[in-house]
């Protein structure tokens, strides 16, 4: 297999993985999802949803964001964390249209733009995973 098509996908993966990881753990280990909660959901949000909704989607965003962001990076569960991701990119698309129009899309574009690639492209080149050495194990046995 060409290596230019494994390290693409590989270069792809890890910059998405990278973006989605420092997001969530700035949310998380720097600013407190409590407090990117008060300061900007519910701020944001006040009287459009409800307070649970706001709440639940704090947290799921800011650890689904450093979770799947890590799991990218590894290259572990790959597709199943690309959908995780892909609701993370939806989620904040809605949120962000339920407040005024979205006129600037630098918050999910690029971010949809390598998801998008990384659904699309054939799972064979993304070779450098964990997913991938765990497989080749388990055929070996």
Known sequence: MNTN???????????????FFFQ???KIFKFGVDNVYNNF????????LPEFLLQATAY????????????????????????ALASVL??????HGLVEPIWDLSHVLFRAILLLALLLLPQEWDHYR????????????
């Open 90 to 95: 939806v989620i904040v698309t809605f949120g």
């Open 41 to 48: 959901f519910a701020k944001t949000y006040d009287g459009i």
């Open 60 to 83: 799921y965003t800011s650890y689904i964001e450093f979770i799947g962001g890590a799991l990218l990076i590894i290259g572990f569960k790959r597709d199943y964390t690309l959908y």
């Open 24 to 26: 969530g753990f700035g």
């Open 130 to 141: 964990l997913d991938t050495i765990l497989k080749k194990n388990k055929n070996i046995h």
């Open 5 to 19: 098509k494994k390290i693409a996908l590989l270069t792809i993966r890890l910059l998405l993985g990278f973006i």
